[in-house]
């Protein structure tokens, strides 16, 4: 068996961290409430177990968590990076980056960079904004490789989506095109994560209608609240 680290965020904004040891050969979800104070608290447990170990992962994510997590993000120094799941880019994490994509990490590429790097920027792509809430956020992040999912393995893994035409007015639900997703806020805004040059460079806040977005989805291992 071995040993991991396990993380539990409640709503009152307490992180309590533990360890579990354990070994199973076993997939599954369960769902478990209790209450905290006056509220009712529902923890969803993913569990992934591969062969001699187990990744569990205790959230209470919603939507509205999802929403809150990108407005901040919003607000601080972030930009783009293929590969980034919003830590703060420093030299060793930019180069773990380019020895994973080093057909896009050309020198040129390598040398936009330059005054980003060390200088306490947040580095992420468009699934790295969301895969940052997953993983419990800036302040506490923990590398979780079972929600580490690229654009279209998100749209895939849903279980809930559509067209974007019939778009429910709910925060929190995330927006697929090819190659790329977003978080829709309400009120015909996203915020998405893109080095687009129409956009800008990191987190940025955009129209519905400036996107050709092609379907909406509730991002797994979320609980939408309506």
């Given at each position: 068996?071995?040993?991991?680290?396990?993380?539990?965020?409640?709503?009152?904004?307490?992180?309590?961290?533990?360890?579990?040891?354990?070994?199973?050969?076993l997939s599954f979800s369960s769902v478990f409430t209790f209450t905290a104070g006056?509220?009712?608290?529902?923890?969803?447990?993913?569990?992934?177990?591969?062969?001699?170990?187990?990744?569990?992962?205790?959230?209470?994510?919603?939507?509205?968590?999802?929403?809150?997590?990108?407005?901040?993000?919003?607000?601080?120094?972030?930009?783009?990076?293929?590969?980034?799941?919003?830590?703060?880019?420093?030299?060793?994490?930019?180069?773990?980056?380019?020895?994973?994509?080093?057909?896009?990490?050309?020198?040129?590429?390598?040398?936009?960079?330059?005054?980003?790097?060390?200088?306490?920027?947040?580095?992420?792509?468009?699934?790295?904004?969301?895969?940052?809430?997953?993983?419990?956020?800036?302040?506490?992040?923990?590398?979780?490789?079972?929600?580490?999912?690229?654009?279209?393995?998100?749209?895939?893994?849903?279980?809930?989506?559509?067209?974007?035409?019939?778009?429910?007015?709910?925060?929190?639900?995330?927006?697929?095109?090819?190659?790329?997703?977003?978080?829709?806020?309400?009120?015909?805004?996203?915020?998405?994560?893109?080095?687009?040059?129409?956009?800008?460079?990191?987190?940025?806040?955009?129209?519905?209608?400036?996107?050709?977005?092609?379907?909406?989805?509730?991002?797994?291992?979320?609980?939408?609240?309506?």
């Amino acid at each position: 068996s071995v040993l991991k680290h396990h993380y539990l965020i409640l709503n009152s904004g307490v992180l309590i961290h533990f360890y579990l040891k354990i070994t199973f050969l076993l997939s599954f979800s369960s769902v478990f409430t209790f209450t905290a104070g006056n509220r009712r608290v529902n923890i969803v447990v993913d569990y992934l177990f591969r062969c001699k170990g187990a990744i569990i992962m205790l959230t209470d994510k919603t939507n509205y968590g999802l929403v809150r997590h990108v407005q901040k993000f919003l607000a601080l120094p972030t930009v783009y990076l293929w590969g980034g799941l919003g830590q703060i880019l420093s030299l060793a994490l930019f180069h773990e980056v380019i020895k994973r994509y080093p057909d896009y990490y050309t020198e040129k590429k390598q040398h936009e960079y330059e005054g980003f790097i060390d200088n306490n920027y947040y580095a992420l792509d468009c699934s790295g904004l969301i895969k940052n809430y997953l993983m419990n956020g800036e302040n506490y992040f923990s590398y979780n490789p079972a929600v580490d999912y690229n654009s279209k393995l998100f749209i895939e893994k849903a279980t809930t989506k559509g067209a974007i035409c019939s778009l429910p007015e709910i925060p929190g639900i995330c927006l697929y095109l090819e190659g790329h997703v977003g978080v829709y806020i309400g009120n015909g805004d996203v915020i998405e994560a893109t080095n687009n040059p129409d956009f800008g460079n990191g987190v940025i806040k955009s129209r519905l209608n400036q996107r050709n977005w092609e379907q909406w989805f509730y991002c797994p291992h979320i609980r939408y609240e309506d």
